[in-house]
């Protein structure tokens, strides 16, 4: 039997494409393999949202075609949105690639391996397998993959991206918005319930644009946290223009979801907003957080920022640590800008120089740390229902995930993953909780 390799960067899209990508390949008779010294066929699903994301892909995928020095009969690819952007280019970084399959054209992957077999047959002079640049139907969902159990499942609602970020090369990669059906996501959140899972998370570039036949993204949220069995319901990622007081108060009210939002904001500048095209003012997504937590009780709120956008002055980077003191966010993600060519913002000559991004990023994390170590101390003597996910073997310890998305680790018992246990925290730090399990908790 011939095996495959696969290996994911990127976002959690990615991931369900990855599994998408590996369910085709076992249903067409490969085995997966975690070791690329084994595999007949590897890939590197890839990211194309910083330059560094990109690097450590090509990198890795330059590692992984010096296989072919001892095993030339190997086929080694490049799948995702890096080879969506670059397309044949890719060559020129990595001569030895033999297929080349974009985030929107991934089903085109069994068809790149059989090309590449095929030339690799006939010899002659090395010609890459060039992926179409969209196909109109998908990747099968990845569930029925495997029948291993599963705790936990992606589940992608919508592809794509009608917004046009300064910054942002997902519009290119990704492709123009596409909403599945909601029987198709209620049907496919199902399966997973029966494969095990009691955990849901839906996503999309920008979830709030859902739409199809009529049902929007709140409606949705409903009928899926209506799914006997889930336990838990969460989505990713929120676009603070597509939300308003009455969004946010209808999709607070959905069965199973949890306490937490990521609402990504990336600078506290109105003025550095606008440049960035991100359509919304500080006022207006200072006041969709005020409905978030007025919607759902003792909200985790997260988000994403950029550093060191063109024209990012250090007032305007001022502005964006106070919004953090004042919306007082559990984590954040910190970005460093990286231009992205084809993108608004890549043509612009006000950059912010190299050591005044890092310098902006490391004062971003500094005052987020102090905040996110507060925030936790509000769990203290708190009881939470804590989901079984891990266990530290090393120490002893248990790890899970309340459901505002904190890690808990509890002392050695008899839990088992996939559980789920009511837990006294004892002592917070930084990003995680530490406590006592009472019991197990009630449905
Ligand atoms: N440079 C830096 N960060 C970026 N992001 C998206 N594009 C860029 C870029 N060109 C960040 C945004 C987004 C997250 C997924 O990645 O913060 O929300
Ligand atoms: Fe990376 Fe964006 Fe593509 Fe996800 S959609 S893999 S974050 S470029």
């Known amino acids: ?252 009210t959905a069965p199973r979801l949890q306490p937490w939002l990521h609402l990504p904001v990336q600078s506290g500048s109105t003025r550095v907003l606008a440049e960035m095209n991100r359509d919304y003012s500080l006022a207006h997504y200072l006041d969709v957080v005020d409905a978030a937590r007025a919607a759902i009780e003792d909200l985790s709120l997260t988000t994403d920022i950029i550093v060191g956008f063109p024209g990012e002055t250090g007032e305007d980077f001022e502005e964006t640590l106070r919004l953090l003191e004042r919306v007082r966010y559990d984590t954040l993600y910190g970005f460093k800008y990286s231009p992205r060519s084809g993108t608004a913002a890549a043509s612009r000559e006000d950059v912010v120089p190299a050591d005044e991004k890092q310098r902006r990023l490391a004062a971003l994390l500094e005052v987020q740390k102090r905040i996110s170590h507060e925030r936790n101390q509000r769990f203290l003597g708190r009881t939470l229902e804590v989901l079984i996910e891990g266990r530290d073997a090393k120490r002893g310890n248990w790890l899970g995930k309340s459901g505002h998305n904190k890690t808990v680790i509890l002392p050695d018992g008899p839990h088992a993953v996939g559980g789920f246990v009511a837990a006294r925290i004892e002592r917070a730090e930084g990003l995680t909780l530490y406590g006592t399990a009472l019991g197990r908790a009630a449905e």
């Not at 109109?136 to 919508?158: C, M, N, Q, S, W």
């Not at 910054?167 to 029966?194: D, H, K, M």
């Open 1 to 252: 039997m011939k095996r495959f390799f696969l290996e994911n960067y990127g976002c959690q899209m990615n991931v369900y494409d990855t599994e998408g990508m590996e369910r085709l390949l076992i249903e067409s008779g490969y085995a997966r393999t975690d070791a690329p010294e084994t595999a007949d066929v590897l890939l590197v699903n890839t990211c194309s949202v910083r330059e560094h994301a990109e690097e450590r892909a090509l990198n890795r995928l330059a590692e992984l075609t010096r296989l072919k020095d001892q095993r030339p009969e190997v086929v080694v690819g490049v799948t995702g949105c890096m080879a969506q952007r670059m397309g044949k280019d890719i060559k020129r970084r990595l001569p030895r690639i033999d297929l080349v399959v974009g985030s929107q054209a991934l089903p085109a992957v069994l068809e790149g391996i059989d090309e590449a077999e095929k030339a690799r047959a006939r010899g002659g002079k090395h010609k890459p397998y060039i992926g179409p640049q969209t196909l109109d139907h998908y990747l099968p969902p990845p569930i029925a993959r495997t029948g291993e159990p599963r705790l936990k499942g992606f589940v992608t609602i919508i592809r794509g991206c009608n917004k046009s970020c300064a910054y942002c090369i997902v519009p290119t990669t990704r492709g123009p918005e596409v909403s599945r059906t909601p029987e198709e996501i209620v049907a496919e959140v199902q399966e997973l319930v029966a494969a095990g899972a009691v955990e849901v998370m839906l996503l999309g570039q920008n979830v709030n644009s859902y739409e199809a036949g009529g049902v929007d993204f709140p409606e949705l949220l409903h009928r899926v946290g209506a799914v006997r069995g889930l336990r838990r319901l969460r989505f990713t990622t929120s676009h603070p223009r597509d939300m308003n007081r009455d969004v946010v108060q209808r999709m607070g």
